[in-house]
């Protein structure tokens, strides 16, 4: 046996990355310094016994060297806080529930699109407490969801390929039946509140040395 030869990341690494049980996907655009981006979504496919998992359906960006779209910190891991759609009058919904993969494409240069059932998110509580994963096995209990008549998924894609204009082109899709009001969230970094500007339907979030996101 020989000491091994140093590789760049880039030579071994791969820039997609999936843990199918836990439910974390990572999309990356590159290995070859601080300004590729890296796109990360949640499922929360599998329950999880401790404070620190991303709720279902969520994600996270980063790129050029800033972070774009972030999430919460603390240990309550509140959705609220997250890039979802909080359905405000469905307070009956359960929020802490998990979500399931029901489609996955992973590209070579990083890009590729996650779907998610988030039906149990939208479900609505029993007014009996019970458990609603098994705690071996992840087995779902359907005694621990009851009818809310909302029924929901999320997609989210990622496209590194430059086609689109752009470097990232990030599409997230929701379509959610039933509930009353939505509210679609982007949680910005604090510094980043003064420097994001709002134009009928499309926002714009600007950076000091001007880098820009554009969402519609």
Same mark, same amino acid.
């Given at each position: ?20 049980? !836990?439910?974390? !996907? ?20 599998? &329950?999880?016994?401790? $404070? %620190?998992?991303? %709720? ?10 800033? &972070? $774009? ?6 240990? %309550? ?22 979500? &399931?993969?029901? !489609? ?14 988030? %039906? ?39 496209? !590194? ?19 009353? &009001?939505?509210?679609?969230? $982007? ?30």
């Amino acid at each position: 046996p020989g000491r091994p030869t140093p590789q760049p990341p880039v030579a071994s690494l791969p820039r997609t990355w999936r843990s199918p049980t !836990y439910g974390h !996907y990572v999309f990356r655009s590159g290995w070859s310094g601080g300004d590729e981006f890296v796109t990360q979504v949640w499922l929360k496919a599998h &329950r999880v016994g401790g $404070w %620190n998992s991303g %709720n279902a359906g969520t994600f996270r960006l980063a790129g050029l060297g800033h &972070r $774009w779209a972030v999430g919460p910190h603390d240990r %309550n891991r509140s959705r609220f806080e997250e890039n979802v759609v909080l359905l405000p009058e469905n307070p009956e919904i359960i929020e802490g529930a998990c979500g &399931r993969a029901t !489609y996955v494409q992973t590209d070579a240069d990083g890009s590729g699109v996650v779907s998610i059932d988030l %039906n149990d998110v939208y479900a609505a509580r029993p007014e009996r407490k019970v458990r609603r994963y098994s705690s071996y096995g992840h087995l779902r209990n359907p005694w621990g969801f009851d009818d809310s008549g909302i029924t929901g998924m999320r997609s989210v894609g990622v496209d !590194y390929s430059g086609r689109a204009g752009a470097p990232c082109l990030l599409a997230v899709i929701d379509d959610i039946d039933g509930g009353g &009001r939505k509210v679609w969230t $982007w949680q910005l970094p604090d510094a980043d509140l003064e420097r994001t500007t709002v134009e009928g339907s499309a926002f714009t979030i600007r950076k000091p040395d001007g880098a820009t996101l554009r969402g519609t």
